[in-house]
């Protein structure tokens, strides 16, 4: 299993932003992708979750609204978009895969929002 | 909702000691519990899972226990490398979504 996350970001205020989660090692449509912040020097964050099969997400109430997660059944790849980023929104984001027993991470996105 | 507490945040020991790490839920998760270890610049590595499984590749020297609401990871004879942040993660049945605990940071006395 192998989750392989895009490059670093920097981006100002108000910009919109795509970072994506490439998968591979496994069968996609069977499983859920989930996304993870980390700010600067803090603990980890569960953002919300995909169903590769069907799409159907969950999220955290801390992030509903403020971000969107799909996925592309063609390349195997999960996304993660805002729309407006704030300068709060700074830090590294994981793609992880969780089951009972798995927990496959991905090497993580550090995404920088200053003006 | 589901709170998730560990304890202490951060614990001071000497290399060969023998360490516990406690995570507390406010309600039953029963085993549904995984241990994360976490280094600097290092995406988290999972250690255990179902509360007491210790993961592919992890050493013996790491242990999990507990169900319920009550879980220890203890480490036995602590080497240089396993001086890193750990955290407790578990997974709330509603709203569905995981929960992490805010994290134990193991630093060398």
């Known amino acids: 299993v192998q989750l392989v996350q895009s490059g670093a970001e920097v981006k100002k205020p108000a910009e919109s932003l795509k970072i994506s989660c490439k998968t591979s090692g496994y069968t996609f449509t069977s499983y859920w992708i989930s996304w993870v912040r980390q700010m600067p020097g803090k603990g980890l964050e569960w953002m919300g979750r995909?169903?590769?099969?069907?799409?159907?997400?969950n999220y955290s109430p801390s992030f509903q609204g403020h971000v969107n997660i799909t996925a592309d059944k063609s390349t195997n790849t999960v996304f993660l978009q805002w729309s407006s980023l704030q300068a709060s929104d700074s830090g590294i984001y994981y793609c992880?895969?969780?089951?009972?027993?798995?927990?496959?991470w991905g090497q993580g996105t550090q995404v920088t929002v200053s003006s | 909702e589901i709170a998730v507490t560990q304890s202490p945040a951060i614990l001071s020991v000497s290399p060969g000691e023998r360490v516990t790490l406690s995570c507390r839920a406010s309600?039953?998760?029963?085993?549904?519990l995984d241990w994360y270890q976490q280094k600097p610049g290092q995406a988290p590595r999972l250690l255990v899972h179902g509360a007491s499984t210790r993961a592919t590749g992890v050493p013996a020297r790491f242990s999990g226990g507990g169900s319920g609401t009550e879980f220890t990871l203890t480490i036995s004879g602590l080497q240089s490398e396993d001086f890193a942040v750990y955290y407790c993660q578990v997974y709330n049945n509603w709203p569905p979504m995981y929960i992490f605990g805010q994290g134990t940071k193991l630093e060398i006395k």
């Open positions: 995909i169903d590769c099969g069907d799409s159907d997400t």
């Open positions: 992880a895969l969780f089951t009972p027993s798995w927990g496959f």
């Open positions: 309600q039953s998760v029963r085993s549904n």
